[in-house]
Nanobody
Framework: QVQLVESGGGSVQAGGSLRLSCAAS????????MGWFRQAPGKEREGVAG????????YYADSVKGRFTISQDNSKHTVYLQMNSLKPEDTAMYYC???????????????????WGQGTLVTVSS
């Protein structure tokens, strides 16, 4: 059974930084893309960033390019999202997810099909 366990959300002032972690277990970690989606109240789900496990392919939403960095530690089966220069509009629930394709991150309202984390709240105050 695939399990994704997230950590690292919290509250920060605008301009601050947070790092999210997502630890995977229960499946062949190397076959997947992993990353984060986010959803704010009343807004559509957005694919934030994704990475090919064991490879160099990454994806970033235009809204976070240059501010967020996704990375992986394969020895720990963990993916990280370093979020810098946070803005109030980054406030949302962030969900770690896994899929065999990067497409869900790229399409509007997309949804990964293989696994989801429990979600972690990021709040950025102005």
């Amino acid at each position: 059974q695939v399990q994704l366990v997230e950590s690292g959300g919290g509250s920060v002032q605008a301009g601050g930084s947070l790092r999210l972690s997502c630890a995977a277990s229960g499946y062949d970690y190397s076959r997947y893309y992993m990353g984060w989606f986010r959803q704010a109240p009343g807004k559509e789900r957005e694919g934030v960033a994704g990475i090919l496990i064991g490879g160099g392919t990454t994806y970033y939403a235009d809204s976070v390019k240059g501010r967020f960095t996704i990375s992986q530690d394969n020895s720990k089966h963990t993916v990280y999202l370093q979020m810098n220069s946070l803005k109030p509009e980054d406030t949302a629930m962030y969900y770690c997810a896994a899929d065999t394709s990067l497409v869900p991150w790229k399409v509007r309202g997309g949804s990964a099909t293989d696994a989801w984390g429990q979600g972690t709240l990021v709040t950025v105050s102005s």
